[in-house]
């Protein structure tokens, strides 16, 4: 996979390069001044404001139009913003995504993008026109033979008129590529079939990239979680050959700080619903099972590439949930690592044994100050919101409240559900302490999260993020396109930016 994990370059414009393709983004209310256009008329012969008088951009972010042109850049695209009012972060990755889409396309090797157009988007339009264009550029094509892959490497390169923006926005575009790199470092772990990524293979990419980063790194295997009694985590991988574990990585950006962040991430590498077995078009995707622990592997690297000063510590609780004669069953009662029983009702709600133990790890080992897990957990929050947003539940307001600003920004948007003690009547089992389902779809993905706070201390700040519904997506005019959004990543780097020291 190319730098970043994207099909572009981006770099500064040389002047003795001769791109192939000028790329002009602009807004198409109010209509563009012609005297703005100047210096993208100079690279292409005149053709920008030509073809703004003949074909001017229309309302729908992403629209292109081409022509030929003169001068020293042979063609010309227009990609239109939509409404100036209206313009977004959002608006301005889409756009960028439907360029980026265009040039893979028509296999271009090289291309100039005029910024001037997105100096006046807000939130820093560049930097999201870079982001928007390295998700589009990601490609998985390990597992294809050589002759079916991807186009080979864009070059983009940017152009400005303003003096000294390269130089002033060098920092900003560097991280905002970091970030889109760590993005789509977690689509590819979520890509990988069960057949190359299971529990064990997850440690072993957990171990590379902290030696990579100079993240600490620890794997918890299978005599220690008994030795811990995470009764959850060992029954949900008891039927798989492929031993269970639980993955502890470290970034330790402010060594004179007492305040730690734990982000908690679900792995089930394969999901077939265990003795509740899923219908075949349900199992089918069941790869994406482990995209929050892939998740949270994006955001540690962030961590490190990003040198965000503040303490995280990762816990990705790995596992396959598989059918065999060691499988655990429906009607099985297990005993969890805070001493709670539960009596299984369906072996399809997994991830929330296998997320209890680790939460439960995490505050009797680790005392964070903030405890965010993040999981592909129910089918019921698409139910509840479809893919427009994810579930957000918890105990914190504050932290809820960062938690969905960060989301904002990043339009990772989340929606609060409550918790409120009514919900607990539907994990009451008469034979154990709660048991794993309500049985019924009654409040699906609030019953999660209520089963979820059964192992939170009343003390901590903690959150649930149930992103069932958008961890992968089948919508291609997304930045992210088909398959693995590597939704969470943008976020979370957010949320620790914001709450670093």
């Known amino acids: ?28 209310k109010p209509a563009p001044a012609l005297e703005r256009l100047a210096h993208a008329d100079r690279l292409c012969g005149g053709a920008v404001s030509s073809l703004c008088r003949a074909a001017p951009p229309g309302d729908e972010p992403g629209q292109i139009i081409h022509t030929a042109a003169g001068g020293a850049i042979p063609r010309v695209i227009l990609v239109s913003l939509g409404s100036a009012e209206r313009l977004d972060p959002a608006r301005v990755r889409s756009a960028a995504a439907s360029a980026a889409r265009w040039l893979i396309a028509e296999r271009i090797r090289s291309a100039a993008l005029w910024v001037d157009g997105l100096l006046s988007a807000p939130e820093d339009g560049v930097c999201e026109w870079i982001v928007g264009m ?51 470092y977690a689509r590819r772990l979520a890509h990988l079939p069960a057949n190359v990524i299971q529990p064990q293979s997850l440690a072993a990419e957990a171990r590379r990239l902290a030696r990579e980063c100079g993240l600490k790194c620890e794997i918890v295997q299978q005599p220690a979680l008994e030795r811990l009694r995470m009764g959850g985590l060992l029954a949900v991988g008891r039927g798989s050959k492929v031993r ?31 003795y509740s077995i899923k219908p075949n078009d349900n199992m089918i995707t069941m790869k994406y099972d482990k995209s929050g622990g892939c998740a949270v592997l994006g955001v540690m690297r962030a961590c490190a590439q990003l040198k965000l000063r503040c303490n995280v510590i990762a816990l990705i609780a790995a596992a396959e949930n598989m059918i065999s004669h060691d499988a655990y069953r429906p009607g099985d009662i297990l005993t969890m690592m805070s001493g709670k029983t539960v009596e299984i009702i369906s072996t399809d709600a997994e991830g929330r044994l296998v997320l209890g133990d ?15 897990d993040i999981a592909t ?37 989340l929606w609060r559900l409550p918790l409120w003690d009514d919900y607990r009547e539907l994990i009451k089992s008469h034979d154990a302490d709660i048991r794993n389902s309500a049985g019924r779809p009654e409040a699906h993905a609030i019953v999660g999260g209520m089963f979820l706070q059964e192992f ?46």
């Open 244 to 274: 269970p574990c639980l993955i502890r990585l470290e970034h330790r950006g402010a060594p004179r700080s007492n305040v730690t962040h734990v982000l908690v991430g679900k792995a089930i590498t394969f999901d077939t619903g265990g």
């Open 456 to 501: 939170v201390k009343p003390k901590t700040a903690w959150a649930h993020l149930d992103i069932a519904a958008v961890a992968n997506r089948d919508d291609p005019k997304l930045p992210t396109g088909r398959g693995a959004s590597g939704f969470g990543v943008r976020l979370l780097i957010e949320f620790l930016r914001r709450r670093s020291a």
């Open 1 to 28: 996979m190319p730098q970043n994990g994207t099909t572009f370059e981006f770099v500064g414009l040389q002047k003795s390069d001769a791109p192939d393709v000028l790329i002009v983004p602009l807004a198409s």
């Open 134 to 184: 390295a998700l589009a550029g990601f490609r998985f094509d390990e597992m294809r033979t050589p002759e079916s892959k991807a186009p080979p490497r864009v070059r983009v390169q940017l152009a400005a008129t303003a003096d000294g923006f390269e130089r002033g926005a060098r920092a900003a575009i560097r991280a905002a590529l970091t970030e889109a790199g760590c993005v789509n």
């Open 377 to 413: 957990l129910t089918g019921g929050v698409r139910t509840t919101f479809g893919t427009a947003a994810a579930g957000l539940m918890g105990n914190d307001d504050e932290l809820a409240a960062d938690l969905g600003e960060a989301g904002r920004r990043m339009h990772e948007r």
């Open 358 to 372: 680790a939460l439960w790890y995490a505050q009797t080992r680790l005392n964070p100050a903030t405890l965010i």
